[in-house]
C-alpha cells in the first residue's frame, strides 16, 4: 500500500479562497485526510478490466434544440446583487 | 546569432446560434446588459445545464471543414477558478476528451504582388473544443461592471501547434480561420463584436536549436492586424533582449494597439491550479458516422478550393479571384452568371469586382438589396458581344442598370446607344477619316500599327462612341490596303 495520503490544507484553502485559522487548519487536515484515506480504499480493487467512466450514468447524448426560452428579468437578475450599477453587477476591481 | 521565432495561436470562435449552449436564453450582441440571462447563465442554485444541440453540430462541422478527426464520444469537465466573469466559480469545458483531434488549417501567405497567388502551407492544429463563453467584465477607477449577456455564449476553442514563424503567417492563419467559419456558417467571427478572440504563444530561440524558448503569452490582441502587428513588435523585442545576453522569463504580456507596444501583465504564472474534473451535470456526448456524415454534406466547397476551381474552370485571374472569393455570396452570385456562359467568364468577374462592387459601395447598398441579378450580367455582356454596345458604353448601361433594374437591351433602347446607322454610313465615316488625316496614313503605311488607333479614335468620335471598334478596325484596313 502506498504511503498514508496527506492533504495540503494551505493550498486547498489557498485555492478556495478561504482564510482559515490554525485550529481551524489542524481540523480539516485531519478531516480531509480520513476522507482521501476512504478514497484510497479504492485503490486496493483491480480495475485493470474496467473501462473508465466520465458519468455514473450510461446515458449519451442529452440534449435539447436551438430554441429560446424567456429570459430573466433583468430586475431579478440583479435582485441578489450586494451593489448594482447601470443593471450590471458591481465587483471589486481584479483585473485578470 | 541568427533567432527564430515560434508561435502558436489559441483562437476562440463564437458559434452562431439562437439560444445558449446549455440553456434557452438568447444568444446575441448589442443587447442592453445582463438581458440575455437566465438561472443556468447567472449560476443559481437548482439550475442545470442541458446541452445545446445545434452547437455541437456547429463545432463538428467547424472541425470537419479544418480536417480534424472527430472521436466517438467526448464528455465535459468542469475548469475551477474565481474571477467574476464566471458566477458558477467553473466554465464548462472539455479537459482530456475535445471533440475535435488534430486538423490543419490551410494559408495562404503574401503573394510577390497584390497580382501574384502567395505560397500556401498547411498549419497543425492541436485540437478544438467547445466550452461556455463567460461574462464581459467593464473596467472602471474604483470598480468593475459585470455584464452576463455573453456568457453561456457557446464557445469554440481553436488550439494550434507551435507551427508558425512571424506575424504574417498569424494573420494568414486567422484570415483563413475567419473565411472557413464565415462559409461554413458556423460563425460571423467579428472580432469587434468579439466573436472571434486569439491569444498568441510567442518564443525566441536560435537557429539550430531544438527546445524551444521561454513562452510568452500575448494578449489582447482586439483584431487580425492587432495579431500580427503585436506578435512582431513581440518577436523583435525577445530576439533584442536575447542579442543583449538577457534571458526571456515564462510571463503574460499585453498588446496595445495605440501605443504599438507590448506591457507585461503578470510575471509568474502562478500555476493555475484549474482542478478538472468530469461535469456531473452533463452526460458525454457519442458521435456516430451517421452524424459525420450528415454534417460533412452540409460543408460547402471551401475558399481555397473555391479558388483554385474558379481560375481553373473560368481561366479568372487571381486578382479576381481573391476579390470574388473571400464573400461566399459574391462569388456564388458570379459563378451563376458565369455558368450561363463560361466564355465570358472573365468579362462577368470584372463587371462583378470592378463596377458591381463599386456601385454598392457608392450607393450603400448589400448584394441581396441591389437591383443587379446575373441575368443583368448576362444581358450586358451578351449585348457587349453581339457589337451592339462597346465596352465603354457598357460601363454606363451599367450604373443605368443598376439604377432602374432594367436589363441591358432596354437601357440601350431607351437611351438610344444602339447604334442608329448601318455598315454603310460607317464605311463613310472610315473613308473621310483617311481623307481628313493624310499623316497617320503615312506612318501606317510605313509599318506603325499604332498609327491606325488615330483613325480609330476619329471614326469613333464621327459615330458618337457608337461603333464597334472590332468592325471599324478591319474596315479601315481595307480601305487602305
Known amino acids: 500500500m502506498s ?94 | 546569432m541568427e533567432y527564430e521565432a515560434v508561435i502558436g495561436l489559441e483562437v476562440h470562435v463564437q458559434i452562431k446560434t439562437e439560444s445558449k ?9 448589442g443587447y442592453e446588459p445582463n438581458e440575455l440571462v437566465d438561472p443556468v447563465v447567472m449560476g443559481l442554485p437548482g439550475s442545470l445545464p442541458v446541452m445545446n444541440k445545434a452547437a455541437l453540430d456547429g463545432i463538428i462541422k467547424a472541425g470537419l471543414a479544418l480536417n480534424c478527426d472527430i472521436p466517438d464520444t467526448c464528455k465535459w469537465d468542469r475548469k475551477n477558478y474565481f474571477y467574476p466573469d464566471s458566477p458558477n466559480n467553473y466554465q464548462i469545458t472539455q479537459y482530456d476528451q475535445p471533440i475535435c483531434d488534430g486538423g490543419f488549417v490551410e494559408i495562404e501567405l503574401e503573394g510577390e504582388t497584390r497580382a501574384v497567388m502567395g505560397e500556401h502551407r498547411k498549419v497543425a492544429l492541436t485540437r ?10 467593464n473596467h472602471f477607477s474604483e470598480d468593475s461592471l459585470v455584464d452576463y449577456n455573453r456568457a453561456f455564449t457557446p464557445l469554440m476553442e481553436i488550439v494550434s501547434e507551435p507551427d508558425m514563424h512571424s506575424g504574417e503567417e498569424a494573420f494568414a492563419f486567422l484570415t483563413a480561420i475567419r473565411q472557413t467559419m ?41 483584431s487580425i492586424t492587432g495579431v500580427k502587428n503585436g506578435i512582431e513588435y513581440e518577436i523583435k523585442r525577445q530576439t533584442q533582449e536575447l542579442k543583449k545576453g538577457r534571458t526571456i522569463t515564462q510571463a503574460t504580456w499585453r498588446w496595445d494597439a495605440d501605443q504599438g507596444r507590448t506591457e507585461l501583465m503578470r510575471e509568474k504564472e502562478d500555476a493555475h491550479d484549474y482542478r478538472y474534473f468530469p461535469d456531473p451535470d452533463l452526460m458525454p456526448v457519442r458521435i456516430d458516422d451517421e452524424w459525420r456524415n450528415w454534417i460533412r454534406a452540409e460543408i460547402p466547397e471551401l475558399p481555397f478550393d473555391k479558388q483554385r476551381r474558379f481560375m481553373d474552370e473560368y481561366a479568372l485571374p487571381y486578382t479576381i479571384t481573391s476579390v470574388l472569393v473571400p464573400d461566399r455570396v459574391l462569388s456564388d452570385f458570379f459563378e451563376t452568371a458565369a455558368k450561363q456562359a463560361p466564355q465570358s467568364a472573365q468579362a462577368l468577374g470584372n463587371y462583378v469586382t470592378n463596377d458591381l462592387l463599386r456601385e ?25 458581344e453581339k457589337g451592339t454596345i462597346t465596352k465603354q458604353i457598357a460601363k454606363d448601361v451599367f450604373v443605368e442598370m443598376f439604377n432602374s433594374g432594367e436589363l441591358a437591351e432596354a437601357v440601350i433602347d431607351r437611351k438610344g446607344l444602339k447604334p442608329d446607322f448601318d455598315e454603310d454610313q460607317v464605311k463613310v465615316w472610315c473613308q473621310e477619316a483617311i481623307d481628313e488625316n493624310p499623316r497617320p496614313i503615312e506612318d501606317f503605311k510605313s509599318g506603325n500599327e499604332k498609327a491606325l488607333n488615330a483613325l480609330l479614335g476619329q471614326v469613333m468620335k464621327k459615330s458618337r462612341g457608337k461603333a464597334n471598334p472590332q468592325a471599324v478596325n478591319p474596315m479601315l484596313r481595307s480601305l487602305l490596303s
Open chain 2, 128 to 137: 478544438i473544443h467547445l466550452e461556455n463563453d463567460v461574462g464581459k467584465l
Open chain 2, 360 to 384: 454598392l459601395s457608392e450607393s450603400s447598398q448589400s448584394l441581396a438589396d441591389c437591383r443587379i441579378t446575373p441575368d443583368h450580367l448576362l444581358s450586358l455582356v451578351a449585348a457587349v
Open chain 2, 21 to 29: 449552449i446549455f440553456s434557452g436564453s438568447r444568444a446575441g450582441y
Open chain 2, 182 to 222: 464565415i462559409y461554413c456558417g458556423v460563425s460571423d467571427c467579428d472580432m469587434e463584436k468579439g466573436q472571434m478572440r486569439a491569444d498568441a504563444n510567442i518564443s525566441v530561440r536560435p537557429v539550430g536549436q531544438k527546445e524551444l524558448g521561454a513562452k510568452i503569452e500575448l494578449k489582447n490582441l482586439n
Open chain 1, 3 to 96: 504511503e498514508k495520503p496527506h492533504i495540503d490544507i494551505d493550498k486547498v484553502a489557498d485555492l478556495a479562497r478561504i482564510a482559515l485559522t490554525d485550529a481551524e487548519k489542524e481540523k480539516f487536515s485531519s478531516q480531509l485526510d480520513s476522507i482521501l484515506g476512504y478514497i484510497d480504499k479504492l485503490n486496493e480493487l483491480d480495475t485493470g478490466h474496467v473501462e473508465p467512466t466520465a458519468h455514473p450514468h450510461s446515458i449519451e447524448n442529452v440534449w435539447r434544440e436551438d430554441r429560446t426560452e424567456a429570459e430573466l428579468p433583468t430586475s431579478e437578475a440583479l435582485k441578489n446583487a450586494p451593489k448594482q450599477r447601470q443593471n450590471m453587477f458591481v465587483v471589486p476591481k481584479v483585473v485578470e
